[in-house]
């Protein structure tokens, strides 16, 4: 990730992260089309779509900075409202919390997907309008994400 990333440094990071998986869609599941969303503060950041059956799964990107010397954390966090329209509209969904562009580490990337049993026991910060995700029930790695993603999933029988 990290040539793809210098080669696109004029982009945002929601930008950079779209062409990284559109290179692996290409290279690896070529019947996947990502679409980013046009309206900034939409809930959701991008949508995949298997062209051979329709199979979608959404997907939120979170970069992140670890802070005052942090070098991990017991918990990220999405917002509450986020959290609610996942649950009401997008709950076949990836959340993704990037540490790379911080770290110059490909393994500081991390990934969860939404579960509404689970979500519902996570610790919600009302004070701060924030749904707490332990880390240590995400899972980790770009290549990851992308196989559980679009060679794992959707593959398996839909009915």
């Known amino acids: 990730m990290n040539t793809e990333k210098e080669n696109l440094n004029i982009l945002d990071s929601e930008k950079i992260f779209a062409t990284t ?21 939409c809930y959701i950041d991008f949508i995949l779509i298997n062209l051979n059956n329709l199979y979608t799964t959404h997907l939120e990107y979170k970069e992140r900075f670890y802070a005052r010397g942090y070098t991990h954390y017991d918990s990220y966090f999405i917002s509450l409202r986020k959290y609610q329209a996942i649950k009401k ?27 509404e049993k689970l979500f519902e026991t996570f610790e919600k910060d009302y004070n701060k309008s924030r749904l707490l995700i332990p880390s240590n029930l995400c899972k980790t790695t770009f290549c990851n994400l992308m196989t559980e993603m679009v060679d794992i999933i959707p593959n398996r029988n839909l009915i």
Not at 21 to 41: D, Q
């Open 21 to 41: 998986i559109n290179n692996y869609l290409n290279k690896n599941n070529p019947n996947w089309k990502i679409i980013k969303s046009e309206f900034k503060y």
């Open 89 to 115: 509209c997008y709950n076949n969904c990836y959340i993704v919390f990037d540490f790379t562009h911080s770290t110059n580490n490909d393994n500081e990337f991390y990934y969860i997907r939404f579960d």
